[in-house]
């Protein structure tokens, strides 16, 4: 059974300052995604990463991906507030996009 | 079209009673998902539609659990017999097959009394 993990599972931070989620998975995958969802609300997609050594950057965010580790990476750069949610990775078991989540990722950036 | 769309977002109901939920996926996607997410945990996977098809069920959906994709566009999901242990969010997604990821729809919040 796939297991995924991440940590830290919350994380408080001060803006400006930088971090690192991580998220580790048990079997060979190489597509990963990466999830962002505010408290009541649906997940909205962030990044795909699809093969190995994958980066994607979109404004403070930064996801990579490396298969043989079995690990991905989410950067945060000079935080800010707007960026305060919950993350998730989710890796892809098979063909048809079957996804295994992470626990999630708390984030919270105080000003 | 604006995405996944849910009715309802909210179901309060009495244990016991049964519930239906309904999903319409983005138009041209032909795969469908089920999840169903607690508070403080990712969402699980439930079951998955290829068109009208239903190739997966997790082990997490009993006999109480059913869901349908009668003609390969909307889907619905019954709880029959809910009991408080089903209060959660049901989050439906879809995708196409050349498309490497899921949208979520914003999901029904069910509670059981």
């Known amino acids: 059974e796939l297991k995924v993990e991440q940590n830290p599972l919350f994380l408080s931070m001060q803006e400006g300052k930088n971090y690192t989620i991580y998220c580790n998975y048990s079997t060979t995958s190489d597509r990963l995604y990466w999830y962002r969802q505010d408290p009541g609300k649906s997940l909205e997609s962030l990044f795909v990463?699809?093969?190995?050594?994958a980066v994607k950057q979109e404004g403070r965010l930064m996801a990579s991906l490396d298969t043989k580790a079995r690990l991905s990476t989410l950067h945060i750069t000079a935080a800010v507030h707007d960026l305060s949610a919950t993350y998730f990775c989710?890796?892809?078991?098979?063909?048809?996009?079957?996804?295994?989540f992470g626990t999630g990722t708390k984030l919270q950036v105080i000003p | 079209d604006t995405g996944v769309s849910q009715n309802p977002r909210h179901k309060i109901t009495k244990r016991g009673q049964n519930v239906t939920f309904r999903c319409d996926p983005i138009s041209e996607h032909n795969r469908l998902y089920w999840y169903r997410q607690t508070l403080g945990q990712g969402p699980e996977f439930l079951t998955y539609?290829?068109?009208?098809?239903?190739?997966?069920k997790s082990r997490l959906l009993s006999d109480r659990f059913s869901a349908e994709r009668p003609k390969g566009s909307f889907s619905t999901l019954e709880i029959q017999r809910t009991e408080q242990g089903d209060s959660a969010m049901y989050l439906c997604?879809?995708?196409?097959?050349?498309?490497?990821?899921?949208?979520f729809g914003p999901g029904t919040r069910l509670t059981v009394l």
């Open positions: 539609f290829q068109n009208e098809a239903q190739l997966e």
């Open positions: 990463l699809l093969s190995n050594g």
């Open positions: 997604a879809s995708s196409f097959p050349s498309y490497n990821e899921q949208f």
């Open positions: 989710a890796v892809d078991e098979g063909g048809y996009q079957k996804v295994t």
